[in-house]
């Protein structure tokens, strides 16, 4: 069991916790994930480790409020366990020599995307992120992105805060002006890492983005992570959980990804109505 040391709410859908995994907390790097139960009939879900406390063996977790598991893990409070707490999975994000980046995050793929910068950052990166929300209410980590960004761009669809639009408007202002990025770091939705990636593809600037598909075992055993890949004119395929999550963008078919996430929504839906209508009564 791996209990629960803290709980806060970032948002009304996102929520963080911190967890004591010590072996977890003592490998685990930026870009990487761990697999988890709530409980014992629990389904297997992967989340990307948003931070690490070595000294208090503490693994940071951010998850958006989505599903029958996600709504589970929230309703635990500080002090209770979950059941398995598996990692660190997955490869690390390459940031080795890279002398200045740009990181693009979405949504909760902030959580994603903070540790990167943040590794960048400790590493005398220069950083600059530009991250996204739908409006002012879902915005999380701002105060974590400045201070480890030399520029911070926030963005909100509605533009209820910030600037109004989405993640590749500064983006491309950037790229016009000259700005010579080694890489582009963008995690979030998958619409979002599309865009960002066919932003970026005429100026040439080599894009990672990090690919979160269905996934069961995150050994690269059960096949759910498949990619497809379209690199050298052939279509190649790969495992998430194994061989990434980290991807070249321009080498992702995104559209067959996106399909692929649709897949079991409406057993999602259903199955997260119903955990819903089992907390009411508690």
Partial sequence: MYKILTKKSLNPTVTMMEIEAPLVAKKAKAGQFIILRVDEEGERIPLTIAGTDPTRGAVKIIFQIVGATTEKLNHKAEGESIEDFVGPLGMPTHIEGLRKVCVVG???????????AEALHRQGTEVTSIIGFRNKDLLILEEEFKACSDKLVVMTDDG?????GNVTVPLKEMLDEGEAFDMII???PLIMMKFVTLTAKPYGVPVTVSMNPIMIDGTGMCGGCRLTLLRDGERVTKFACVDGPDFNGYEVDFDEAM?????????ERKSH????????GV
């Fill in 106 to 116: 979405g949504g909760v793929g902030c959580a994603i995307a903070l540790p990167v």
């Fill in 160 to 164: 209820s805060y910030a600037r109004h």
């Fill in 186 to 188: 963008t995690i979030g």
């Fill in 259 to 267: 399909m692929r996430g649709r897949t079991y929504f409406d057993f």
């Fill in 273 to 280: 109505e119903k955990i819903c209508n089992l907390f009411k």
